[in-house]
C-alpha cells in the first residue's frame, strides 16, 4: 500500500499529540508561489542583504509557536554573540550611505565577469539530451543593475553575505520546504549550510556538551559518529529493523536509563535518518515516523532529522523480470507518494531538518539548509557567522539559476522524479545482480525503499570456521578477499553508532548502487558473491 499523502487535505496534529489537535493549512502550491512572487514584485537584496524566511512564506494561519528549547542549549550556544560587523549591513540599503564600515571588497576588483554553464532542459534530463540540447546559462557581474529583472548577479553572490545564506537562495529553499513539508507550527526558518555533515557538527555544538550522549539507530552514517566523538559526543545505538529504528527500544532506553550506570546524562538529542537510511537502506513508513515523535513528545526529545535521500524514494521494487512501475504522472501525485516528514509532523518545533543537495544536484556544490524554529535558527545563524559564514557564493548563483530561474519550483520537482527513476532502475540493477550471482543461503537482503545502500547480511554462523574466528576475523576475511575479487564494498563494523560496549553479533556489508555504471555493478556483485563463496568453501 502507497505510503500516506506527504501533501495531503490538511494534517491533523491530533494523531501524534497528547495536547491539542491542531489543523495545518493545506500546503503551499508551485502555481501559488508564482502568484504570490508577481505579486510581491521583484526580489531586491543587494549585497549582504539580511533576509529571513518569513519574507518569503505563508503568513501565519493559525499555526501555533513552537515550543523553547533555552534548557537544551549548550553554554557554547548561549554564549554566541551577534557579528558586530554582519549587524552593520542592515545600514547598506540607506539611500546616499557610503561605507567605509565592512570590509566588503568593491567588484570591479573581482576577476570573474560573467559564468555560463550548460543544464538540462526540462524534461529532456539525461545527459546525453543536455549535451545536444541542453541550455547555457549565464551570471554577469552587474545584471541587477544593467537589466530589468535581475536578482542576483556576480557582484552579489561573490561578495559577503550574511549567516542565513543568500536571500535568493531562501526563498527557493522556504518555498520548497512548504510545498513539500507544510511545518505544522508558525515560526520555522531555513538558514543555507555547507552540507548536512557541516549542519550536523554546528548542531551538536549547539545542543550537546562534552561527555554527553545522543541517540540514533544501530547502525548509522560513520561521519556523524566520528564528527560527534570528536566533541566529545557519544552515540547510543537503538535496534532496528526493516524500516529502521524500533520505537518500542527507543522508549525502553528512555525509560530505564541510569545516569550513574551509563556515566552520561539522560540524552535528549535523536540522530536519525528516516529515508533511505545510511547504511542500511532502511525506510520509515509514516506510522512509524509518527510512533517515534510520539515518544519524542514522551521524554522530551529533540531530533535532528538528517534527509538528504529523502527524493531518492524509488517506485516499488516487483521483484525481478517483472514490468516497471510507470513513473508519477504529475508533480502533485510525486509529493503524495513521498512519506511524510518528520517537520511535517512536528507541532512542537523540536525537529531540526536536515536539507542537501548533495545527492539531487552534486555533492561538490556544498550547498544545504536546514529548518528548525525560529529561536534555533537564530542560534545557528549566529554559529555560521564565525564560522564558515555561508555557501560558496558561486555555488550559490549556480543552484539559484538553475533551479530558480532557469527550471523553477515545477521543473525541479520534474527533476525530482526523474531521479527518482534513475535510481529505482538501478536499485533494480543491482538486487537483480544479487538474485544471480550471491549464495542466498548464507547472504540475505531487503530490496531498498529509497537512497543509495543495499545492506547485505552474511550469515556468518554458518562460517567453516565460525567456532575457532571471531565475526570481526571473518568479516575481514571476505572483505579483502572482495578487494583481490576486484570490489569494494564496505564493511558493516564501520557503521556502528555505539563505538564503546557494542556487541556486534550479526555481519553486514553495504554496497551502493549509486557509484558505478550498471553493468559494472553487475560485475562487481559477481565478484563479491565468489569472494563469499570462497570464504565460506561453497561452489
Given at each position: ?20 489537535a ?5 500546503p503551499?502550491?508551485v502555481?501559488?508561489?508564482?502568484a ?21 512564506k ?17 553554554v ?36 570573474i ?49 550574511l ?9 527557493f529553499?522556504?518555498e ?6 507544510n ?5 520555522w526558518?531555513c ?7 557541516s ?8 545542543f ?12 548509522a552514517?560513520?561521519s ?24 518500542e ?15 552520561a546524562?539522560?540524552p535528549f ?7 533511505g ?14 510512533e ?13 532529522e ?16 517483472s ?30 531538518r536536515m536539507?542537501?543537495f ?25 554559529a ?8 560558496s557564493?558561486i555555488s ?26 534513475v ?18 543461503e548464507?547472504?540475505?537482503?531487503n ?47 564501520w ?21 558505478a555504471a550498471?553493468?559494472k ?18 561452489k
Amino acid at each position: 500500500m502507497p505510503p500516506p499523502s506527504a501533501i495531503g487535505n490538511g494534517f491533523e496534529a491530533e494523531e501524534i499529540t497528547d495536547t491539542e489537535a491542531i489543523v495545518v493549512p493545506n500546503p503551499l502550491t508551485v502555481k501559488a508561489v508564482a502568484a504570490r512572487r508577481i505579486k510581491a514584485g521583484r526580489l531586491v537584496a543587494k549585497t549582504a542583504a539580511a533576509t529571513s524566511s518569513d519574507l518569503f512564506k505563508t503568513p501565519n494561519s493559525g499555526k501555533p509557536k513552537a515550543k523553547r528549547w533555552d534548557h537544551y542549549l549548550s553554554v557554547e550556544a548561549k554564549a554566541r554573540q551577534p557579528s558586530s560587523l554582519k549587524g552593520a549591513a542592515k545600514y547598506l540599503n540607506r539611500p546616499g550611505l557610503i561605507t567605509l564600515g565592512g570590509g566588503l571588497p568593491l567588484a570591479e576588483n573581482f576577476p570573474i565577469e560573467e559564468l555560463s554553464f550548460k543544464v538540462p532542459t526540462v524534461p529532456h534530463f539525461s545527459e546525453a539530451e543536455a549535451r545536444q540540447n541542453g541550455t547555457i546559462l549565464k551570471a554577469g557581474k552587474y545584471d541587477v543593475t544593467e537589466t530589468d529583472d535581475g536578482v542576483y548577479d556576480l557582484s552579489i553572490a561573490l561578495n559577503y553575505a550574511l549567516g542565513t545564506g543568500s536571500a535568493q537562495m531562501i526563498r527557493f529553499v522556504t518555498e520548497h520546504t512548504e510545498i513539500v513539508c507544510n511545518p505544522a507550527y508558525a515560526d520555522w526558518q531555513c538558514a543555507l549550510t555547507v552540507g548536512s555533515t557541516s549542519a550536523l557538527d554546528i548542531a551538536l555544538r549547539m545542543f550537546c556538551e562534552r561527555g554527553d550522549v545522543i541517540l540514533s539507530e544501530d547502525y548509522a552514517f560513520a561521519s556523524a559518529v566520528e564528527t560527534a566523538a570528536a566533541l566529545g559526543v557519544g552515540f547510543v545505538g537503538v535496534a532496528m529493523d526493516a524500516e529502521g529504528l524500533l520505537p518500542e527500544s527507543l522508549d525502553d532506553i528512555l525509560s530505564n536509563w541510569d545516569e550513574k550506570a551509563k556515566g552520561a546524562r539522560k540524552p535528549f538529542v535523536l540522530y536519525i535518518v528516516p529515508s533511505g537510511q545510511n547504511p542500511t537502506g532502511a525506510t520509515q513508513s509514516f506510522t512509524r515516523r509518527r510512533e517515534i515523535y510520539k515518544i519524542a513528545q514522551k521524554h522530551d526529545l529533540y531530533i535532528f532529522e538528517d534527509e538528504p535521500y529523502y527524493f531518492l524514494q524509488m517506485q516499488p521494487y516487483t521483484g525481478p523480470d517483472s514490468p516497471s512501475i510507470p513513473p508519477p504522472a504529475t508533480n502533485e501525485e510525486f509529493l503524495q507518494s513521498l512519506v511524510p516528514t518528520y517537520l511535517s509532523l512536528d507541532v512542537d518545533g523540536r525537529v531540526m531538518r536536515m536539507d542537501s543537495f548533495s545527492k539531487v544536484i552534486a555533492p561538490g556544490s556544498r550547498v544545504g539548509w536546514v529548518t528548525a524554529s525560529e529561536q534555533i535558527i537564530e542560534r545557528f545563524t549566529r554559529a555560521n557567522e564565525c564560522s564558515v559564514q555561508n555557501p560558496s557564493g558561486i555555488s550559490q548563483m549556480v543552484l539559484f539559476k538553475l533551479l530558480d530561474e532557469h527550471w523553477g519550483h515545477d521543473g525541479y520537482l520534474k527533476w525530482l522524479i526523474n531521479l527518482r527513476m534513475v535510481y529505482t532502475k538501478r536499485r533494480d540493477v543491482i538486487l537483480a545482480a544479487c538474485e544471480n550471482n550471491l549464495p542466498k543461503e548464507v547472504v540475505t537482503w531487503n530490496p531498498p525503499a529509497a537512497g543509495m545502500f543495499l545492506w547485505l547480511k552474511v550469515n556468518w554462523h554458518l562460517h567453516p570456521y565460525a567456532k575457532t574466528k571471531t565475526l570481526s576475523e571473518i568479516e575481514e576475511e571476505i572483505f579483502l578477499a572482495a578487494v583481490d575479487e576486484g570490489v569494494l564494498v564496505s564493511k558493516g563494523s564501520w557503521f556502528i553508532a555505539e563505538r564503546n560496549g557494542f556487541v556486534q553479533t550479526e555481519m553486514f556489508f553495504r554496497a551502493t548502487f549509486a557509484a558505478a555504471a550498471e553493468d559494472k555493478m553487475t560485475v562487481a556483485i559477481e565478484r563479491f558473491g565468489a569472494a563469499v563463496r570462497a570464504s565460506f568453501g561453497l561452489k
